[in-house]
């Protein structure tokens, strides 16, 4: 890392509150120049980390990074909205611009193993479980709940069809089905609970669990590769699906658990 711009939303604390500080120690402890615009960032770096923990303004953000065509990693959340999610998507398209956005959930080193588990038989329903805690500005769980969301996509893929959103108990949990007949749940809680598996992945012989996080190390190494080669490790597809998955389950709220269509959505 050679530069870096202060970005920052004013009006969400935990953006506003940390910024100084991170800029501080990349400056003093890394060496890293902050500039005084994305512009002149893009004239110093070959390659962009958009770390902004705003999804906001990320579509405003990572125009003139396209613009540029310069490879970008785009922290979760990719933006606040369905809409900035598709007009990113278009703008790496028609730039001709790679992009990858995920959680760091996606990269635990155990999931990968488990999708190729034969042991497990033909995998029928998989219930991930992860912290909830939205923040200001955006749906429910586009900011914490996109890990459980993205550990479901990582072992189901894309396909999902419809899904409902209710309480049980303290539990925000949304129920889903795929087009295959496979189900999956995102069981949202309100602490971190170590006892609980991140992942219980069923099959048609046997059930396996998922314990923990996973740390950072899968998303750092999968970034690095990303930046050298240009080739996301998750389809843009995918991406845009997590997103409509979100989104739906936020109509699901707001509509009294009723189920809602992911197809409703691309209308």
């Not at 959680?103 to 329903?125: D, Q």
């Not at 009294?256 to 959505?265: K, Q």
């Amino acid at each position: 890392m050679v530069a870096a711009y202060k970005g920052g939303s004013p009006d969400l604390p935990l953006s506003a509150n940390r910024l100084e500080g991170f800029a501080k120690t990349i400056q003093e402890e890394h060496g890293v120049e902050i500039v005084d615009s994305i512009d002149t960032l893009l004239a110093k770096v070959d390659v962009v980390l958009l770390m902004s923990v705003d999804g906001r303004p990320h579509l405003a953000q990572a125009t003139p990074v396209f613009k540029a065509r310069k490879r970008v990693f785009i922290d979760k959340p990719l933006a606040a909205s369905l809409d900035d999610v598709h007009r990113i998507a278009r703008l790496a398209k028609d730039t001709g611009t790679p992009f990858f956005s995920a959680s760091t959930v996606r990269f635990h080193p155990e999931i990968a193993p488990l999708r190729e588990n034969r042991a497990l038989g033909k995998i029928t329903s998989v219930r991930a479980t992860y912290l909830l805690n939205p923040i200001e500005f955006h749906p429910d769980l586009f900011y914490y709940g996109i890990h459980g969301v993205e550990a479901l996509y990582a072992v189901m893929g894309k396909g999902c069809v419809s899904l409902t959103r209710k309480m049980e108990g303290e539990a925000d949990v949304t129920t889903c089905r795929w087009k295959d007949g496979r189900t999956g749940v995102y069981h949202g809680i309100p602490k971190a609970d170590p006892k609980l598996p991140l992942l219980t992945v069923t099959g048609t012989s046997s059930t396996a669990t998922v314990i923990g996080s996973g740390g950072n190390d899968g998303l750092v190494r999968a970034t690095a590769e990303f930046l050298h080669t240009g080739k996301p490790p998750v389809d843009v597809a995918e991406t845009i699906e997590v997103f409509e998955f979100m989104t739906a389950a936020q109509l699901s709220k707001e509509r009294n658990g009723a189920e809602v269509s992911l197809e409703e959505l691309r209308r």
